[in-house]
């Protein structure tokens, strides 16, 4: 595979990066391996400090690594920034609270006094996307380092610079040599590091084909994986809801990043008293957009990432309103060089539509009416993904109660979409399984070895005791 950036503004060829070689790959399991040995008898305090100074690396550089980032995928400078700041926050977070996280945990047991240890398991390769190409490193890279599990990166093809970058940054601040490797695999190359009886995990954030494929290579060599993939994010709108509330989030949920957020609200559940008007107001913000430069700061609407990503999210509208969607608005060319998809919004989709059942990974609204709170839930639950979500309720407290009905990892009451550290992200069904950040994502790859002492054994009390 070819691993290459092509800014999507300009459609110019930046830089073009070689694969990586074997003699590469064998050079970073060795140093992982050897760094995983080294760290379990280092204090984790060390590497606290040199957590905190990648925060502040992070912010000394943002807008060089934000621009970095955008001419890799086209995204706006102002977005950029903001997920400099975000992987900034997650550095400083689970340096601030990692080793407390990794206390061991005491038991009440009659077998003596017992409690588990949380140690590090080995190196780690992580399999990331482009969409956030420096966030989705960092949810990864920040609780594993804090774990001392030396970590892989392979990155996303189209984004190279950046996952140079942050490479760059985690030796800037001192981190030691194997904390994070950078091999710009192929797919077969990818299958021959798994097998790697040094690597002990694999977390994956990407499409449900790639999640299938390393899953299954995981599983073939019995080692523990995380899969974050796809969404079809359901945006329940009740008959009580504010509209007014609603508006100042509808546009943002989906036209963020270009619309190609896993997270994005791409399924638009609207109570039938309010189904027009929302419509008319989301068309209204939808048209207001201003295509032009993600570099500079008037422009509020960013091309896609590729070419290919826009072709493809192109047929899948035209396959949409074959099969008998209705094109409320959108769907017109951009006269502009870049991969520009104008936000476009469809109506009257069935479930034999192909829409139904399919992410739509760009500024793509579906918008659906529903005559009862149930039938919402139904329709939000009519997925095979079950990753994130958002209602909306006249009352906070019935909003949670529809939410806790909806089959998902993730769903946010009268408000956006979250991603902070202590909040725990993944999802179920199709949208994967394992979780990232929090106490939970900083557990993903750790032994919890369960620690039994006595001061001698009671030869008369044996019931449960194994020879």
């Known amino acids: ?28 399991l060795t140093k992982g ?24 690396l992070m912010r000394k550089h943002e807008d060089s690594l934000a621009k970095t980032m955008v001419i890799d995928m086209g995204k706006l400078l102002k977005e950029a920034k903001g997920e400099v700041e975000l992987c900034a926050i997650i550095a400083d977070y689970f340096a601030d609270h990692g080793a407390d996280m990794l206390k061991p945990t005491p038991i009440k047991s009659g077998a003596g006094d017992a409690w588990v240890e949380k140690h590090a398991t080995g190196v780690v390769l992580m399999v990331e996307p482009w969409n956030f190409p420096y966030y989705q490193i960092m949810r990864v890279f920040a609780p594993n380092f804090m774990v001392g599990n030396p970590m892989i990166l392979k990155h996303a093809a189209n984004t190279p610079g950046s996952a140079v970058a942050f490479e760059q940054l985690v030796k800037e601040a001192g981190a030691p040599d194997g904390s994070l490797t950078n091999l710009f695999l192929s797919y077969d190359q990818v299958g021959t590091v798994i097998a790697d009886s040094r690597i002990q995990g694999v977390a994956l954030t990407g499409s449900e084909r790639g999640g299938k494929a390393v899953a299954a290579a995981a599983g073939e060599n019995l080692k523990k994986s995380t899969m974050e993939l796809g969404g079809m994010d359901s945006f329940i709108v009740l008959p009580d809801a504010d509209l007014d509330q609603v508006m100042k989030v509808a546009r943002q949920v989906r036209l963020y990043n270009a619309g190609q957020v896993c997270t994005s609200s791409k399924r638009f559940i609207v109570a039938a ?3 027009d008007e929302f419509l008319k107001r989301l068309g209204e913000q939808f048209a207001s957009v201003k295509p032009g430069d993600p570099l500079d700061a008037a422009t509020t609407l960013a091309p896609m990432s590729s070419a290919k990503a826009k072709n493809k999210l192109q047929q899948q509208v035209k396959e949409a309103i074959e099969k008998g969607a209705t094109l409320y608005q959108g769907n017109t060319p951009i006269n502009l ?9 469809l109506t009257d989709i069935k479930p034999e539509n192909p829409a139904y059942s399919e992410e739509m990974f760009g500024p793509v609204a579906q918008v659906y009416k529903v005559e009862s709170e149930q039938d919402a839930i139904a329709l939000a639950n009519d997925s095979q993904f079950g990753l994130g979500g958002i209602v909306f309720a006249g009352d906070k407290q019935h909003g949670a109660q529809v939410a806790g009905q909806v089959e998902t990892g993730m769903e946010f ?27 939970l994502g900083l557990e993903a790859f750790v032994n919890e070895e369960l620690i039994v002492a006595k001061d001698a054994p009671e030869l008369d009390n044996l019931a449960g005791a194994l020879f």
């Open 1 to 28: 595979m070819a691993y290459q950036t092509v800014n999507p503004y300009t459609n110019e060829i930046v830089k073009t990066y070689p694969d990586a070689t074997p003699e590469e790959i064998e050079t970073a």
């Open 33 to 56: 391996a050897k760094l995983y040995q080294q760290w379990r008898s280092t204090n984790i305090q060390s590497r606290a400090d040199t957590l905190h100074h990648i925060a502040d």
């Open 273 to 275: 008293n309010l189904y």
């Open 337 to 345: 060089p870049g991969q520009f998809f104008e936000p476009t919004i």
């Open 413 to 439: 009451v009268n408000t956006f979409m979250y991603t902070l550290p202590e909040l725990p992200f993944g999802g179920v069904k199709k949208s994967g399984y394992g979780r990232e950040m929090s106490t």
